[in-house]
Each structure stands twice: as structure tokens, then as C-alpha cells.
């Protein structure tokens, strides 16, 4: 081992685990992690709870007690999936107190299926935060155009949030603007701003796997050198636009009332084409105060990896616009590309989570018990 893990954490780059399970939990392997490859928090969404509770490992019981209580099955999946959360926020407790709140940190999703409706979205993050009940949770709120004000609000309202589905440079810049105006309404209403968290889910992968989809169409060979750019090439761009909104005056008279930055989270950090190297989503995107949250299969490519490099994103803007105006320039719309990721997004959140309730719901109807 090169323990190029410890390399990365040492150069501003918090590791955090893209999965959860009960059997994690209950196995130890989570608490290993922690302790031997850095991780530093957990990320959860709709598709991984699916993948996890339709596996069944360790849930058998608790669907038991569910099944004879009669429970509905949306409310058997929030105590299900708020459970697994609790826990992995307790075993990440003293990470959360040795970071002062920075990390040690859990993420729970809002309902997919509220990701265009503001109130709605705004009254499951108050309740997912009453539910779970640990300050070292993050409500997931998607970056729609319905999920912006309620950013705003849930952050005013002193709930820590993880912005979720960022793909445009548009849009992240509408994210910041959603905290920052979140953190004023907090200031207004007195709270502790030290104690708000959030961090900016910035997905990477997948920007790729549509973007060289529409090169391999075109077919030339300009097209093709320009395979396997654009995802890390916005990435790049988005760090840039961090830097400039948490240096402006509007964020200092934040930070002089106890405000914390708004990290920015690497998604989809997963390789999608077999082509490239299994880890340049990570050893691409190291800068100071980011999140790069990772599949396991990833974690331990980069901890197999070798030397990993300092600061591989700062100084790299002008290039990174040039790759994305060489493929604007072949007829490639960016526009079109970031919102048909986004739409598609929350499409997939949302099959995953009506997958779970359909197989949630076959598990009540087993367990019951038959009445007399």
C-alpha cells in the first residue's frame, strides 16, 4: 500500500464513502474504513438504499416488526433508511468532534419524487433532520430549479444540507447563491451560522459518458482527441467559480458572523468507460477544501494508485475552457448536455425509489402476520 489515501486527505481532499448498507454497519467494515483508508464521511441516495434493502442483508427483522405494526410503506423505508443513517452518523461521530463539524458527516435524500416542489421538499427535510437527530447529518436536496429556494429555506432554518444533481456551471453558481441567501436568513433569525454545514454535489462521470456519446456521433478525429475532457474540465471550472463567490464581500460579512465555506463535492466519481484510468475523477480534481466521495471499487483503486500529485485543479482554468469550447465548437450544446443530465438525474432517483417501494412493499405483504 502507498498509502496515496492519506496523501490525497493530506492535500485538502476530505474522502467520503459513496455507500451504505446495514450490513456495513453491522460488520464492522464501515469503522474499518474509517480507520484504515481515510474515510472521512458517507454519501447515500435513492439507487443505493435500493441496492441495499433489496439485497435484504439485515433488514429481515426490522421489516418484521415493521409488517406486524402496519405500517405504510413509505413510512417502513424512512424508518429503514433513517436507521442505517443514525448509525453511520454514530460510528462517524468522533470524526465529526475532532473536525469540528467539518466532516464525520452522513447524507440522507429528500424524496426524488418531491425534486419539483419547493414546500414539499422544504417539509421532508425538516422532518428527515427530526428523524434522524444527529448533527452530523446532511439533508440531500437536488439542484432543481423547484430545489434552489428550498435550499435557501432549509439552510435559513439552520439544517445542514448537501446540494445533490449539479452539473451546469449555471446552476452551481445558483447553488452558492441558495446558501449564501440561506446563511442571511439564518443570521436574521439568530442562529449559530458556525454550525451550518453544506456542501455543492458537483457531478463529474457522467458529463463524460453523454458528452463523448455525442463525440463518438460525429466521428472525426478532432472529436475523438477531445474524448474524456469535459468532465474534468467542468469540474476545473466549477473550483474556479468557488474561489471567486467565497472570496466576495457578500461572503466575508458571512464569514465574520461565523459562517463556514460551502465545499465543493465531487459525484459520480466512478469511471463509466473502461478506456480511462480507473481514477481520474480523483487524481484530476485535488484542490484544497473539496469532498470527493467514492464508490468503494474507486477507494481502493486510489489507494492502490501511487503517488498522488498536489493540487491538480487551480491554474488549470484557461485550459479547462478551452476544452469546453472546443466541444461547444463542434455543435455539441452544453446547455442541452447539463439539462438532459439533470432531467435524467432525477429520473433514475426516482425509478430507484419506486423499485424500493415496490420491493419494500412485497416484504410487508410476506412478513405479515396472518390474523387470529
Not at 443514525?86 to 467539518?102: E, K, Y
Not at 478525429?221 to 474556479?240: F, S, T, W
Not at 475552457?321 to 438525474?345: M, T
Request: charged share 30%; glycine share 6%.
Amino acid at each position: 500500500m502507498t498509502d496515496a489515501l492519506k496523501r490525497l486527505s493530506e492535500e485538502g481532499v476530505a474522502i467520503w464513502l459513496d455507500d451504505l448498507s446495514r450490513k456495513r454497519i453491522t460488520s464492522g467494515n464501515l469503522a474499518e474504513l474509517i480507520d484504515q483508508q481515510h474515510v472521512v464521511g458517507v454519501t447515500t441516495n435513492p439507487t443505493i438504499f435500493q441496492k441495499a434493502i433489496s439485497g435484504g442483508d439485515g433488514y429481515e427483522q426490522q421489516l418484521r416488526d415493521l409488517a406486524a405494526r402496519k405500517v405504510t410503506v413509505d413510512e417502513a423505508i424512512r424508518m429503514i433508511t433513517t436507521a442505517d443513517v443514525r448509525d453511520a452518523a454514530d460510528i462517524l461521530r468522533p470524526v465529526f468532534d475532532a473536525t469540528d463539524g467539518q466532516d464525520g458527516r452522513v447524507s440522507i435524500e429528500v424524496d426524488p419524487r418531491l425534486a419539483h416542489h419547493t414546500e414539499a421538499t422544504v417539509a421532508e427535510a425538516k422532518q428527515l433532520a427530526w428523524l434522524v437527530d444527529r448533527p452530523n447529518t446532511l439533508i440531500k436536496i437536488p439542484a432543481t430549479k423547484a430545489g434552489l429556494p428550498a435550499i435557501a429555506e432549509v439552510i435559513g432554518r439552520g439544517i445542514s444540507v448537501n446540494v445533490t444533481l449539479i452539473f451546469s456551471l449555471e446552476r452551481y453558481r445558483a447553488v452558492m447563491d441558495a446558501y449564501l441567501t440561506g446563511l442571511e436568513k439564518a443570521k436574521e433569525r439568530g442562529l449559530d451560522l458556525s454550525l451550518i454545514r453544506s456542501v455543492a454535489s458537483f457531478f463529474v462521470s457522467r458529463v463524460d459518458t453523454e458528452i463523448d456519446k455525442r463525440l463518438d456521433a460525429l466521428g472525426t478525429d478532432e472529436a475523438k482527441a477531445l474524448r474524456g475532457k469535459a468532465a474534468v474540465a467542468n469540474a476545473r471550472l466549477a473550483y474556479q467559480a468557488y474561489e471567486e463567490v467565497f472570496s466576495s464581500d457578500r461572503w466575508q460579512a458571512l464569514e465574520n458572523a461565523g459562517a463556514r465555506k460551502q465545499r465543493p463535492l465531487w459525484a459520480s466519481t466512478g469511471v463509466k468507460d473502461p478506456a480511462y484510468q480507473d481514477t481520474m475523477y480523483v487524481t484530476d480534481l485535488v484542490a484544497p477544501n473539496t469532498v470527493n466521495t467514492m464508490p468503494e471499487a474507486t477507494l481502493e483503486a486510489a489507494e492502490d494508485h501511487g503517488e498522488i500529485t498536489g493540487d491538480t485543479i487551480t491554474g488549470t482554468y484557461e485550459q479547462a475552457r478551452a476544452d469546453l469550447d472546443a466541444v461547444e465548437k463542434l455543435g455539441i450544446s452544453y446547455d442541452d448536455v447539463v439539462q438532459v443530465l439533470e432531467d435524467e438525474g432525477v429520473e433514475k432517483f426516482e425509478a430507484s425509489w419506486i423499485d424500493l417501494l415496490k420491493s419494500t412493499e412485497a416484504e410487508l405483504k410476506r412478513l405479515t402476520p396472518s390474523e387470529g
